[in-house]
C-alpha cells in the first residue's frame, strides 16, 4: 500500500489567496483526519470524516477553512482566503475503524506570505 | 478540553544510553499510543496500548498503559542516532461521535554519538 498521500509537500501562496491541500487515504479506511501542526500549538485536529461525512469540525478556525470528502478515497482542505497565521504543516491521517492507530501522510508545508 | 502534559520537551543523551519520557492527561483514556516524527515526514505509530497496566515492546522500545488511565510513559534501550526525533503520546477515547487523538507537544529526543 502507498500509504496516505498528501499533496502538495510545499505551498508558498500570498495573503488572500486560495489554497486547496489535498489527500488520498489508504483504501479500506473508514475514518479520515485532517490536523495541523506548528511550533506553539503542536498537533491539533481541524476536522474527521467517518465514511466521507464530516462528523467533527469544532477544530476548524474559521469560516475561512473548509474541508470536503467527496469519495472515499479523495479529500481537500481549503482556505480562503488565506492569512499569515495559517502557515504550518498540515496533516492528513486515516484509520480502518476507531481506536486504531491513524497512518499520517508527510504533510504540506504551507507559507502564506 | 482534555490536556496531555508531555516530559520533558527536550533530551540530549549520549549514544547507548536509555531514555524514558511520559505522559499524563487530565482525564482518563481508554488508549494510548506513542508516536515518532522525523524531519520533514508525519507522525509514524509506534505502539498502542489499549489496556490499563498493559506492557508492551517493539524492539527497544517499550511502553506502558498506567493502571490510573491518565499516563503512560516510553522507554528506549541503548539508544542509536537513527532514534533522534520527535516521539509524541496521544491519547484516544473512542465511541460514539467521538475518536479522535489528542497529542501531547512531543519529546524531541538528540543522541550524541
Known amino acids: 500500500d502507498a500509504g496516505v498521500i498528501q499533496s502538495p509537500r510545499h505551498e508558498v501562496t500570498e495573503m488572500g489567496q486560495e489554497v486547496t491541500l489535498r489527500c488520498k487515504p489508504i483504501s479500506g479506511h473508514d475514518y479520515l483526519f485532517w490536523y495541523r501542526q506548528t511550533m506553539m500549538r503542536g498537533l491539533e485536529l481541524l476536522i474527521y470524516f467517518n465514511n466521507n461525512v464530516p462528523i467533527d469540525d469544532s477544530g476548524m478556525p474559521e469560516d475561512r477553512f473548509s474541508a470536503k470528502m467527496p469519495n472515499a478515497s479523495f479529500s481537500t482542505l481549503k482556505i480562503q482566503p488565506s492569512e499569515p497565521r495559517d502557515s504550518a504543516v498540515y496533516f492528513c491521517?486515516?484509520?480502518?475503524?476507531?481506536?486504531?492507530?491513524?497512518?499520517f501522510g508527510s504533510g504540506t508545508r504551507l507559507t502564506v506570505v | 478540553g482534555q490536556q496531555l502534559n508531555q516530559s520533558p520537551q527536550s533530551m540530549f543523551i549520549q549514544e547507548g544510553e536509555d531514555v524514558s519520557m511520559n505522559c499524563t492527561s487530565s482525564s482518563i483514556f481508554n488508549t494510548w499510543l506513542w508516536y515518532k516524527q522525523d524531519p520533514g515526514e508525519g507522525p509514524v505509530l509506534l505502539i498502542a496500548l489499549y489496556k490499563a497496566g498493559e506492557l508492551t515492546s517493539n524492539g527497544r522500545l517499550t511502553a506502558q498503559f498506567g493502571i490510573t488511565r491518565k499516563d503512560s510513559f516510553l522507554n528506549i534501550s541503548a539508544s542509536i542516532p537513527s532514534d533522534v526525533g520527535i516521539y509524541f503520546c496521544a491519547g484516544m477515547n473512542y465511541g460514539g461521535s467521538q475518536g479522535n487523538l489528542i497529542f501531547g507537544k512531543g519529546t524531541k529526543l538528540s543522541v550524541k554519538p
Open positions: 491521517a486515516s484509520s480502518p475503524r476507531q481506536g486504531n492507530g491513524y497512518t
